[in-house]
């Protein structure tokens, strides 16, 4: 293991040892009351967008308290209209949680909304009582048009491990304006044991940098995998893959997001018999197959593929020897020109060796002065990529040209 991870985890176990407390199990992360209940009915995160694309978008807050949230559309006549989370006829209630996709939409449109929710004090078969109503700012977003647009930028964040602050302060290195989306690539938290690690820690900082009309993308890392409300996890997420895992073209770039699991084997006794890693990547090998065979795949200028745990100059942990075994020899293959990782919590740029015919890079870690952001644009015949360090600086940058 590397040593700067392994120092960190060393201090991460003696933090936990210290200051765990009895959690109930039996509750869910949706529904129970938290320490978040304290004061006015709020919003614990604000509006996050996921999974947008020409004519619809998902939309996600949390509260503090039970409610009952839905958004509202205006048009350029300011006519409202409402959008609900409708599950089998029943508007979805009675929970912290909204996830709210918004359909019919105009490709290449400028969208004005607003989230808006009632508190539910007293839910019975027969009577429903509300509190409470709060509603956000007016926020906007674009749709996109995938004919039209032949430009694309992003910025990957990974290894943030709860340091809320990381997410505005490597953001101010770049102009939010020119953002097409933001990544999340992994271990944005340390574990998932109660209802608030994931929403607090991680989704309330950064959506508030994104101010609800940047899209972002979550990549699942090996600590968010931990803990027991890592089985809810997948309710802070859509794709349109129906998994972690997906794919999809923008501007010059084809995009494949990889979830590479737990970076010790399956048996490992801290799993307690309850990881099957090892199948899970080799699904997602047999699915990469598949969409490096795709026309959208073979037509894109660039190929982009972003990850948690790295295939190569990190350590050589039965994970990462796994999604080396399972993903290399596929990069390799069908000319991916550049992988993102973290993980290890040392800073690397690698181009291509004799391991590897891809580029790869890989963020540095959560202590300050060892945060990097990483970010890409590709337009046209070129794809240029840059790691900034928290301070600023270059660590590296190129420009690849086809």
């Not at 607003?114 to 007016?138: H, L, M, N, Q, W």
């Not at 933001?182 to 950064?206: I, M, Q, R």
């Not at 018999?273 to 490096?292: F, H």
């Not at 590709?378 to 790691?387: F, P, Q, V």
Request: glycine fraction near 6%; charged fraction near 25%; aromatic fraction near 10%.
């Amino acid at each position: 293991m590397n040593k700067t991870r392994r120092n960190f985890l060393r201090q991460l176990t003696v933090a936990a040892s210290v200051s765990t407390l009895p959690v109930s199990l039996t509750a869910s992360p949706f529904i129970r009351s938290s320490s978040s209940d304290e004061g006015s009915f709020s919003f614990v995160v604000e509006p996050y967008l996921q999974n947008l694309q020409q004519d619809e978008v998902t939309i996600f807050t949390v509260v503090n308290r039970k409610a009952f949230t839905w958004v509202e559309r205006m048009d350029e006549n300011q006519k409202v209209e409402r959008f609900y989370e409708v599950h089998e006829g029943l508007r979805h209630a009675n929970d912290v949680l909204s996830r709210i996709t918004l359909k019919g939409l105009k490709p290449n449109t400028q969208y004005t909304y607003r989230v808006c929710s009632k508190e539910i004090t007293k839910f019975d078969p027969y009577k429903i009582v509300y509190g409470a109503e709060i509603k956000t700012a007016d926020r906007q977003f674009k749709t996109l048009d995938t004919k039209l647009q032949d430009t694309v930028s992003c910025c990957v964040f990974n290894d943030v491990h709860e340091d809320t602050a990381t997410y505005a302060d490597l953001l101010a290195l770049v102009n939010k304006n020119t953002l097409d989306f933001v990544v999340n690539n992994g271990d944005a938290v340390h574990h998932l044991s109660t209802a608030d690690d994931y929403s607090k820690k991680a989704l309330a900082p950064l959506s508030k940098a994104l101010e609800g009309r940047i899209p972002m993308i979550i990549n699942r890392g090996n600590h968010e995998t931990r803990g027991g409300y890592a089985f809810d996890y997948n309710k802070y997420v859509k794709h349109d893959s129906g998994h972690y895992y997906h794919s999809f073209a923008s501007g010059n770039v084809y995009w494949i997001f990889l979830d590479t699991g737990e970076d010790k084997p399956d048996d490992h006794e801290v799993y307690a018999g309850l990881s099957d890693y090892d199948a899970y990547r080799e699904e997602q090998a047999i699915w990469l197959t598949k969409v490096m065979a795709s026309k959208a795949y073979k037509k894109a200028k660039f190929k982009v593929v972003v990850m948690h745990i790295p295939t190569y100059h990190s350590d050589e942990w039965h994970g990462t020897v796994h999604c080396r075994n399972q993903f290399s020899p596929l990069f390799d293959k069908n000319g991916v020109d550049l992988v993102v990782a973290g993980h290890s919590h040392q800073h690397g740029h690698y181009p291509p060796d004799k391991d590897h015919k891809y580029t790869l890079l890989i963020g540095g870690g959560p202590k300050k002065g060892n945060r990097t952001l990483v970010t890409i644009e590709g337009k046209g015949n070129d794809l240029t990529y840059k790691m900034l360090g928290d301070d600023g600086r270059i660590i590296a940058e190129k420009k690849l040209t086809k």
